[in-house]
């Protein structure tokens, strides 16, 4: 029982939570996964079972591809639906979103938001905002992105806010809640997101992953190493 799961992640579970759904089904306790995705957001999570968590050091390194639908004019401290609104703007003309969209392709430096795990002095950002404590400066990282486009026509909500679905393909590490933030920045509003799915991962894709009832039922078969 050694190699890779591919497994679908709903909304509402935590990739810690997937990971010890996959402890009780394989009966073990090595299981690793390999990107981590927050609680609201769905789909592909790559996991290392047994022997399959050594490759992931490897896996790590893969780029990754999400859909997600941006909110504009509203901004939560989490930037993302479930968080507390902090800012709220009247911008009505995206007339320029397709252009800022292919502006962001290629180097992009990018903050880790405020609600993230990224350590720092032994703790997780997420747990400064949480306690309402200062957020410690983190230097921006160095991603890249490949691709990043609409998928509909941009619609608007009763409510004056205005939403759109996305895609984009760049290189691990993206938080694409701050990238929803940063694309509005450009437009001259602010954002969050509703929904962020992710696609693909590397050479892996969603359409082959299965579901935690097939995970529960042990219907969830593992790709070898040497095919992973």
């Known amino acids: 029982m050694d190699g890779i799961l591919l497994l679908e992640k709903p909304k509402?579970?935590?990739s810690h939570?997937?990971?010890?759904?996959?402890?009780?089904?394989?009966?073990t306790k090595k299981v690793g996964h390999s990107g981590t995705l927050d609680?609201?957001?769905?789909?592909?999570?790559?996991?290392?079972?047994?022997?399959?968590t050594k490759i992931m050091e490897f896996l790590n390194q893969d780029d990754k591809w999400y859909h997600f639908t941006i909110v504009f004019?509203?901004?939560t401290d989490t930037l993302d639906h479930t968080g507390k609104v902090v800012d709220k703007q009247k911008?009505?003309?995206?007339?320029?979103?397709?252009?800022?969209?292919?502006?962001?392709?290629?180097?992009?430096m990018q903050s880790p938001p405020?609600?993230?795990a990224v350590k720092v002095k032994g703790?997780?950002?997420?747990?400064?905002?949480?306690?309402?404590e200062t957020i410690p400066d983190v230097a921006k990282r160095s991603l890249k992105i490949y691709r990043l486009k609409r998928l509909n026509t941009l619609e608007k909500l009763d409510d004056d806010t205005y939403q759109v679905t996305c895609e984009v393909y760049g290189s691990k590490g993206l938080f694409v809640r701050q990238l929803a933030l940063d694309i509005a920045k450009k437009l001259g509003t602010v954002a969050h997101t509703s929904s962020i799915h992710r696609v693909q991962a590397g050479q892996f894709h969603?359409?082959?992953a299965f579901g935690l009832p097939d995970l529960k039922a042990n219907k969830a078969p593992l790709i070898s190493l040497n095919n992973a």
């Not at 939570?17 to 009966?27: K, P, Y």
């Not at 609680?39 to 399959?52: C, M, P, Y």
């Open 12 to 14: 509402g579970y935590s």
């Open 17 to 27: 939570d997937c990971v010890n759904l996959a402890r009780m089904a394989f009966n």
């Open 39 to 52: 609680k609201e957001a769905s789909g592909l999570l790559v996991l290392g079972i047994n022997k399959g």
């Open 73 to 75: 004019n509203v901004q």
């Open 91 to 108: 911008q009505h003309d995206f007339a320029k979103l397709d252009k800022v969209l292919k502006a962001f392709e290629g180097p992009y």
């Open 114 to 116: 405020a609600y993230s």
């Open 123 to 132: 703790k997780k950002l997420y747990e400064y905002a949480r306690r309402h």
């Open 206 to 208: 969603v359409s082959d």
